[in-house]
């Protein structure tokens, strides 16, 4: 009798890192094989939860999704500076930014960060739906207080 299948999404703790990650198993598109993947795990994010990437995936919890596909005041985390870079800002755990505007003329995007700080972007970076996983820092926080 073989084992059953891994799920298609795990929640992993990694030494060193304050946030948990995420491991996904994406089916690949050349080949008949799995890609595994890892990710910072974010907000509401629970093992065995499907998760899907590109501009046709929905609005929900852990989703990644182009810039210009959410709509304003979706909280996010990291984000992709430019297309491609893996995700540079908003990164750390607990962290996340807000879409404020989007101007569909100039292809540009208003981005804040939960300090103020407000940036523009293009349209095409990419980046997950919700604030990034806390891990054990609320806790350490309380217990050092």
Known sequence: MRPPP???FQIMHESGRGAPLAKVQFQNSYYYKKDTELFIAVEGMYSGQFLYCGKKAKLTIGNVLPLYAMPEGTVIC???AYAGDRGKIAKCSG???VIVTH???????RRRQHHHH???MSAAPLSPVDDGAKG??????????
Not at 103 to 109: A, N
Not at 136 to 145: I, K, L, P, Y
Request: hydrophobic residues 35%; without cysteine; glycine residues 0%.
């Open 6 to 8: 891994p799920p298609p």
């Open 78 to 80: 990291n984000v992709e």
């Open 95 to 97: 962290d996340y930014a």
């Open 103 to 109: 101007d569909e003329e100039k292809v540009r995007h």
């Open 118 to 120: 407000t940036t523009v």
């Open 136 to 145: 054990r820092r609320v806790a350490d926080a309380a217990a050092s207080a």
